[in-house]
């Protein structure tokens, strides 16, 4: 069997490092932030301006449950996969469904073969396994698709928190030899359909697996130990930003990142602001993905070098400066934060758009600057620099 | 006084003219569509967009009652003008806000004096007359502003309609009063702030008077009449598509614009869809403006060269093809019937965003290939195959 990617590290400093990933389809130069395009778009914004050199995003998340539930997996096949359907040619990561599924919270019921739950779109009942979700990730066909697990929630006590790691690495175990299976059928699949598409496919699709525990740094040592024992492409750390504290979540990735294997990428899931990112990149995660500029820029707020801006803020009104006077997108060389405000106060789309793009060019450009930084050996400067920046306070 | 514009028919073609309209900014080509950016932003639409090749608008349309309400006269005073504020280089025309208030329905009053209203936005009381019509319009400070007219409804008696086109000539008198006296101070604000800017100051802020008369044509005939012998820069034909049939709104068309100054932009207010855009262009129209391809993309409408499509059908479904087959926009380009449907089904933005980009493409293209046609003596040939392929159904 062909291999489902290569890591090569290229520079390190200190546990940071910078490497390129290749996949199936495309390769990745990490540390990389994944923008988050749950239904098969990255909310507000055209797959053109993703691939402008304004962000330039590499590979994109799409989420299995959303996709599954609608448009639905045989459209999905009809359609000859993800990247065809979306028109989307760069890298793609699809999750497991997982932790959408643990979201629904009263909504679904936990068995040992999978999780039982009522869609959030028509209320009827539907079941996600591992099976089921590796075979709705396959017939996506993103470049990396993730073990099924379950989430313990931030103040999950020892015991809860080691039942559901158990669980967590049976469905591992399972998500592993269902992947194997199908991915047969899919590459038989592909051949058929596109030659272009069959030069590419020198790996295989990626799968990773997710190591949990909540806040419990024996339980999450444990994991990560007995998910590498069944052994995948790549390990996640899952279950973070569900509720637990900032400082559990930086010790509990200070204690973790360094232990995952070094010759794999390491990717935070669903992790978080700059700051936390470049803390994240500090202690030797390669990959991230999160919905904060997206989903704080529809509401209204823009990061920015010097920290976050409510654009609903009356003191923007008049106010002539861009977004953030240090960035240079299409959106800060133009608009000023008095019209970005009087869009956001008119209701109007554009005002969405606009602090979207800008907020996925900051994150998208930090982590550049990152990849940069490390390789160049300047790692450590970069980060004081950026983070003493961040705190100074808008103009 | 300098000159409000200048206007150079290049080629006619039966009734069908194509001309350059010089503005104090820009230079226009007509037959020319006029997306309508109604709070200064067309709505869905980033300003690269508008200026991209798939596109390429030549002026856009801003709604002087809503830019007064929010964010007001001070607000756009303050940063400049309205191409300063929202950040747009190329022409701008702005409505009076005669027809808003007009819509308002009950919420207004109108007297000899002018329209008391109460804001849509807070409930305030405002009041809008000539005068203060045209000094937001001056500090809006687009290229072409239009006198404030009132709007008979589509079915009203020739009394009604009497009464309504002796108050708009009343106020189209006082609209030009108006625009003298502040285009001193326009100009004396403008050589205060940016020297590039009174450069192109070739022109003044150009006016255009309306014609009104609802569907009677002896009414509409003496509208123009004296609304001519007032004398404006350009004149427009108001009040139609509100409520009138259609082949009323041809027959007013076919009657005045004819008859309208030869050498001198005629504009047809608010209409309206391809095919009324080449009927009017037939019929000697120059100057359109229409929220259709903006307001009918956002509720799942695409206009195509085969006539209009419903991407909530569920046909759509697993649909491989574009929009428009015969489109060549980014949209077509790119995406999928099925995808778009999908998008639009799961309330996503990027629905409104791509159905926005593609209609105006549409719009836009079919006007330049109208101007190209008319230029090169095609025009009677391109009426005949464009409405017959509008009508042969869509794939």
């Not at 500029?293 to 920015?304: K, S, Y």
Request: aromatic share 8%; proline share 3%.
């Amino acid at each position: 069997m062909n291999k489902a990617l290569n890591f090569e590290i290229k520079a390190t400093e200190g546990e940071a490092r910078s490497a390129t990933l290749t996949t199936r389809r495309a390769e990745i130069e990490t540390p990389v932030f994944m923008p988050v395009g749950t239904a098969g778009t990255v909310k507000g914004i055209r797959f053109e301006e993703l691939e402008s050199s304004d962000l330039d995003a590499q590979i994109i998340l799409g989420n299995t449950y959303h996709l599954w539930l609608r448009p639905g997996l045989e459209t999905i096949r009809e359609c000859g996969g993800l990247h065809k359907f979306i028109g989307w040619k760069r890298a793609m990561l699809t999750d497991s469904g997982g932790f959408q599924v643990w979201s629904l919270g009263a909504l679904r019921k936990i068995t040992e073969e999978g999780t039982e739950f009522r869609s959030h779109i028509d209320g009827s009942r539907c079941f996600l396994s591992p099976e089921v979700s590796m075979e709705v990730q396959a017939a996506l066909g993103a470049e990396i698709a993730m073990a099924f697990d379950e989430c313990a929630p931030g103040e999950a006590t020892h015991d809860e928190a080691r039942q559901s790691l158990e669980l967590t690495l049976r469905w591992a175990k399972r998500s592993k030899d269902a992947l194997v299976t199908q991915t047969v059928g899919l590459r038989a699949d592909e051949s058929k359909t596109d030659e272009s598409q069959t030069d590419s496919l020198r790996y295989r699709q990626a799968l990773f697996g997710i190591a949990q525990g909540a806040g419990h740094l024996d339980l999450r040592r444990e994991s990560l130990e007995r998910t590498v024992e069944i052994g995948f492409d790549g390990y996640a750390i899952g279950g973070l930003s569900v509720g637990e504290e900032k400082h559990v979540m930086m010790e509990v990735i200070e204690e973790i990142a360094p232990r995952m294997p070094a010759d794999q990428p390491r990717y935070l899931m669903g992790v978080g602001t700059p700051e936390d990112l470049i803390e994240a990149v500090a202690r030797g995660v390669d990959m991230f993905d999160c919905v904060l500029p997206t989903r704080n820029g529809r509401n209204g707020q823009a990061f920015t070098s010097r920290g976050k801006l409510s654009i609903k803020n009356a003191r923007y009104a008049l106010d002539q400066k861009p977004l953030d006077e240090s960035c240079n997108c299409s959106v800060c060389r133009r608009h000023t934060r008095a019209f970005i405000r009087h869009l956001y106060q008119s209701g109007e789309m554009l005002a969405s758009i606009l602090l979207t793009h800008h907020n996925l060019a900051f994150f998208l450009d930090t982590m550049k600057r990152v990849r940069q930084a490390i390789r160049s050996g300047q790692f450590a400067k970069f980060r004081r620099e950026f983070t003493e920046q961040l705190h100074c306070g808008l103009e």
